[in-house]
């Protein structure tokens, strides 16, 4: 059964501790991806809505910043339970707006509470440095400071886990923030606002949501002088434009983009695990995952039997509705990344690949943006599918030789987010997790990162990070004080 909502819902912008108007009258409509229907609008956002919440944001922050962090601490635990008392109907939105299984929506939803809860631990734990001074009476000593307004720009694909990223490390730290959600993601996260203004009373201008248009809120929020952070999650493309917004007033920039990880699959590798590990990290959420294995590189010994027990599994996986318990994936998130996904496999058999199982849009109910499992062979190094990002579930595998060979395929990638190793040989998995050149390394097991990590993408794959303490460092400056006791 699919559960279709009947309610189109309307969200507004959430500034300064209340609910208000956009100064823009046009809206963007949110589909439900399996049923094509539209469930609820959001503004298309006006620039003068970015102002008005970063001036919120800035009148708040001293008071915010002020307030013991172990108090800050105790907003960061009620959020969470505010997630975990709603935690069914939460998943539930989730899987509706964007077409996540309902297993994988509830974990998203969980492991958000789970991040708030987490850093509200970090409260008693930012510390500052005493250094030893050359002058006699005089203490040095390192202050860790809130930057600000911190602002944080979220995609659609894992849109509430990504909002915690960006709230809880900027909050605990003492500054104030101004999320901007995907325009095509924003609804769990409107109904999880709303639970907390109705049930926390959390200072206003702490926390502000200003739907609309990347060119145009996100634009905005940007370029304005007031922001002190931005941490954008998203693709390459809109990073390099939030760069260039946050050169004109030298922003800092925290930036999570598009990945292209590959999986090597050594000969000596346990291949029931590396076949079931590389496939579900391509499979969840139909492949729209930024860490997911994207390319994988097996070795020449055991390449057909690779192909042929991932190829077997791919195509006996259940592609169906998100409420359907069975499924392992649903549809794609929109027309647009569906027509973008066949275009690349198009491309990819017109240029000699060979379509092991797959290839095809399709449909379930007459509806849906669906795509499905997809296996190609015989692709070269140098083409679309292995270069590119393709965000969708789609994997193209390659043979290697040597071990050598498969590090080199693995690191020629202008992206650099998460890779992997499949071998039960001691010296292949040092040589190899030593030589990859990605902010994470998967030992035999799937990609998925934990909250007390640290996710950092190296080159066109971003700047900075998330998670764990050095993510929290992030949204922090440091002060050096030369204390002279006379
Ligand atoms: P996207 O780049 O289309 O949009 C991301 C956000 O940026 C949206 O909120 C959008 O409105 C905003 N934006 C667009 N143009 C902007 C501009 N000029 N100024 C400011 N903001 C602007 O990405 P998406 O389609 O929502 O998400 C998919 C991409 O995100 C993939 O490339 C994926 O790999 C990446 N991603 C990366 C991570 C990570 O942790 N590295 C996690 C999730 C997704």
Redesign the pocket.
């Known amino acids: 059964m699919i559960d279709v909502l009947t309610e189109v819902k309307v969200y507004q912008q959430y500034i300064n501790g209340e609910w208000v108007e956009s100064e823009s009258t046009e809206m963007i409509e949110v589909l439900n991806p399996v049923t094509e229907e539209v469930i609820s609008v959001v503004p298309k956002g006006a620039v003068a809505d970015a102002e008005k919440a970063l001036q919120a944001a800035k009148n708040a922050q001293d008071a915010w910043e002020d307030l013991p962090a172990a108090a800050r601490g105790e907003y960061l635990k009620q959020m969470a339970v505010v997630i975990t008392e709603n935690r069914v109907a939460l998943a539930e939105t989730l899987a509706n707006e964007q077409a996540k299984v309902i297993g994988l929506a509830q974990v998203e939803i969980d492991a958000t509470a789970a991040y708030f809860d987490y850093y509200a631990g970090w409260a008693r734990r930012i510390e500052g440095e005493i250094i030893q001074s050359d002058r006699p009476g005089e203490i040095m000593y390192l202050h860790k400071h809130a930057i600000g307004v911190a602002v944080g ?6 849109p509430f886990f ?1 909002m915690a990223r960006k709230v809880a490390a900027a909050l605990i730290t003492g500054n104030t923030i101004v999320v ?1 959600p ?3 993601a924003p609804n769990v996260i409107m109904e999880w606002m709303q639970l907390v203004n109705e049930k926390m009373s959390l200072p206003a201008g702490v926390l502000n949501f200003v739907n609309g ?3 145009i809120v ?2 905005a929020l ?1 370029e304005s002088p007031i922001t002190g952070i931005i941490s ?4 390459v ?2 990073g390099q ?2 760069m260039e ?1 946050a050169a004109k007033n030298i922003t800092k920039v925290s930036l ?4 292209k990880a590959p999986a090597i699959v050594a000969k000596d590798a346990d291949l029931d695990m590396a076949v079931k590990a590389v496939v579900d990290s391509r499979l969840i959420f139909s492949g729209q995952v ?1 860490n997911c294995a994207e390319r994988v590189y097996v070795a020449a010994e055991i390449y057909d039997e690779f192909v042929a027990r991932a190829k077997k599994l791919m195509s006996e996986t259940k592609v169906s509705h998100a409420f359907d318990g069975e499924s392992a994936m649903s549809s794609m998130v929109s027309q647009n990344q569906v027509d973008k996904v066949e275009g690349m496999v198009n491309r990819a058999i017109e240029a000699g690949a060979k379509l092991e199982t797959g290839g095809e849009k399709m449909k379930v109910d007459g509806k849906g943006f669906f795509f499905q499992p997809t296996l190609l062979t015989n692709v070269t190094q140098d083409s679309e599918i292995i270069q590119e ?1 393709i ?1 969708g579930p789609v994997l193209p595998v390659m043979k290697f030789n040597t071990i050598e060979e498969a590090v080199k395929m693995a690191n020629d990638s202008e992206f650099g ?1 998460t890779s992997s190793v499949y071998s039960n040989d001691y010296n292949t998995i040092m040589y190899v997790q030593k030589r990859l050149k990605f902010g994470e390394v998967y030992i035999n097991r799937e990609h998925f990162e934990a909250i007390q990590g640290y ?1 950092a ?1 190296w080159r066109k ?2 700047i900075g990070g998330a998670d764990g303490k050095h993510g929290m460092e992030e949204y922090l400056v440091t002060k050096v004080v030369y204390s002279q006791a006379n």
């Not at 720009?153 to 894992?158: A, C, D, G, H, V």
């Open positions: 720009i979220l995609p659609w694909n894992f990504v901007k995907s325009q095509e248009a990347g060119s996100g634009q940007s954008l999650t998203g693709s493309g809109a434009k939030v917004a999570e983009l598009g990945g930024c990002e965000f987010l996710h993408g794959s971003g």
